[in-house]
């Protein structure tokens, strides 16, 4: 029963916030336009595509090295479920702060 309930569950919340995430920003858009603003303000601070790729890929890459770095430190004598759960978290993290100041320096901001 588990097996059932549970894949229901996730895929019910997952539906639900998406649902919910696009239903506001629908109705946000609407009250913009009624009230004659430009919806291009929800634009001017979004990510591109190709910052997104970056900051994916960097965070693959961080979560490979905590992989691999958690099986170092496995080989070393940490137990098993710290090295790796630590490292992928660190190296995950790097690499999405990485990924931040890469962006930051593609984009200049605006003084």
Do not use: W
Not at 9 to 21: C, S, T
Not at 66 to 95: D, K, N, P, Q, R
Request: hydrophobic share 50%; glycine share 12%; charged share 15%.
């Amino acid at each position: 029963m588990e097996g059932i309930l549970i894949p229901f569950f996730f895929f019910a919340a997952l539906f639900g916030i998406l649902y919910v995430y696009y239903t506001t920003r629908n109705r946000e858009r609407l009250a913009l336009i009624e009230k004659g603003i430009d919806a291009k303000i929800f634009k001017s601070g979004s990510q591109t595509f190709g910052r997104t790729i970056l900051s994916f890929s960097l965070l693959a890459i961080g979560i490979g090295v905590g992989v691999l770095m958690g099986y170092l430190f496995e080989a070393m004598g940490v137990v098993e479920e710290v090295a790796y759960t630590s490292c992928i978290f660190i190296f995950g993290g790097i690499g999405f702060l990485l990924s931040f100041f890469a962006a930051k320096k593609l984009v200049p901001e605006k003084d």
